[in-house]
Structures are given as C-alpha cells and as structure tokens.
C-alpha cells in the first residue's frame, strides 16, 4: 500500500472516531439491534457484571422443515438441540474493551459454532460487529441499525 493511502486510510479511521459518539469504557451495551439482513433481533442486557445479547424476535419465526418455532438444531451438544432460538443467549461474556468498543463471544445457531466477537458503535443507531475465526484470521464484519 503506497504512503499516500496509508495516510490516507489513518485520517479516515481517526475521523471517524471523533465523529462517532462512542460509549465510556465502563458503560453497558443495552438496547435491542436488528442484525444487518434484518432477520433477528438481538437485545443487550446486563447478565451479573458482564452483558449479553438474547435474540428476541426473528422475521421468520417458523422452522419450514417442522413447521413449529425455529431450535437450535445446528448445536454440537445434543442436549441443546430443542432450545428454541427465541430467547437464546447468542452473545457472551460482553465486556467493554475501550471506549466505544465491547468484545465478548457470539454463538451463531445457524452453524452450532462460537466465535470470538467485538461490538463497535459507529453512532447512536449503528454499530459494526465483527466475528472472527481461527485465532482471527477468518473474519466477517457487519453493521447492526438500533431498533430501541
């Protein structure tokens, strides 16, 4: 990458952190997100000290192969398998990492895996979450809209 993109990519990252309104290293993540496809919806409380994310609502509700509610059925522990995905705990461990910016563990039911996670406001009604893979070099970033 040559010097004047290098340069340039720094302003924008350092812009975009003075334009953002980011949370205090303290503060909680709370409030309910849609997800980028805008197929769930995950929202954020206080679980002891630390936060999680519980899905809440789904556009499509219905499991088209059973025709009853959408199960964790992807789960690699048998035992979890019928715990429907309304109400599950899909983000972990959440902890405020710097201002603005919480990291924690995600739990896609769409795959049955974890991965490490970080939560990043962008404003007051998006957030960009990226999961990563293999120790972080198997990423995938999106962009999540506040629903309340």
Same mark, same amino acid.
């Given at each position: 990458?040559?010097?004047?993109?290098?340069?340039?990519?720094?302003?924008?990252?350092?812009?975009?952190?003075?334009?953002?309104?980011?949370?205090?290293?303290?503060?909680?993540?709370?409030?309910?997100?849609?997800?980028?496809?805008?197929?769930?919806?995950?929202?954020?409380?206080?679980?002891?000290?630390?936060?999680?994310?519980?899905?809440?609502?789904?556009?499509?509700?219905?499991?088209?192969?059973?025709?009853?509610?959408? =199960?964790?059925?992807?789960?690699?522990?048998?035992?979890?398998?019928?715990?429907?995905?309304?109400?599950?705990?899909?983000?972990?461990?959440? =902890?405020?990492?710097?201002?603005?910016?919480?990291?924690?563990?995600?739990?896609?039911?769409?795959?049955?895996?974890?991965?490490?996670? =970080?939560?990043?406001?962008?404003?007051?009604?998006?957030?960009?979450? @990226?999961?990563?893979?293999?120790?972080?070099?198997?990423?995938?970033?999106?962009?999540?809209?506040?629903? @309340?």
């Amino acid at each position: 990458m040559s010097t004047d993109r290098v340069l340039l990519f720094s302003l924008i990252v350092a812009a975009s952190a003075v334009f953002a309104e980011p949370a205090s290293a303290g503060e909680r993540l709370t409030g309910t997100w849609l997800t980028e496809d805008g197929s769930t919806q995950v929202a954020f409380t206080p679980c002891g000290n630390l936060d999680c994310g519980q899905i809440v609502w789904l556009r499509e509700p219905i499991d088209p192969e059973t025709g009853s509610a959408w =199960r964790d059925k992807h789960n690699p522990d048998e035992s979890l398998k019928g715990r429907p995905l309304v109400g599950l705990t899909m983000v972990l461990d959440l =902890r405020a990492t710097t201002p603005g910016t919480w990291g924690g563990t995600l739990y896609n039911p769409l795959d049955g895996n974890s991965y490490s996670g =970080r939560f990043q406001m962008l404003d007051f009604s998006k957030m960009q979450l @990226k999961g990563c893979a293999l120790a972080g070099l198997l990423c995938q970033t999106e962009t999540w809209a506040r629903v @309340k």
